[in-house]
């Protein structure tokens, strides 16, 4: 496990697979898992208020693996990448030594289940465009869009420099 902080679980649960409840009780739950809170890292970030803030998140999200999602009013970074200490039984190859917010981490509130939805979810630069250019209006000017789309006139073109 390796997030800065766990992912908030209050979310809509959709049924599938095997639930924690189906397992008798006692039954320890890392044992039936893929090790899935060993393949991210999360922690909060600031809620964007402005162009340039959502321009900040554009460029996570040109990173592969890199997420943005919301729960209530808090903003989180979502890296999918697993942790080199995972092992290919899906233990943890430094369990003794292993950082604290492993050791913190439980399976009472888990991914276990893995069926939630989040509020808000970013995965890609143009999501998170989109959402901006609904708040702002768009950012940068479309080449394609036609003089006609527009109620406001285009700027006219500059007059020539003499050289
Ligand atoms: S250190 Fe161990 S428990 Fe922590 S994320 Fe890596 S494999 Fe998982
Ligand atoms: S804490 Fe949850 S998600 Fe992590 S390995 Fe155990 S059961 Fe899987």
Redesign the pocket.
Known sequence: ?STVTQIPTGKTQIPTGKRRDQFPEGTN??E???????HYFALPIDEPVNRRDFDFIRWYLVHPGATVFVEGETWYLLVYSTCQHLQDD?RCGIYETRPQICRD???KE???EDDWCYEKYFETPEQIDEYADALFGPQFPDPDRNDHDSLRSRRPTSLPLLS
């Open positions: 496990m739950l890392c039936h898992c893929t090790a899935k809170c060993c899906h981490y439980t399976t888990c991914e276990f």
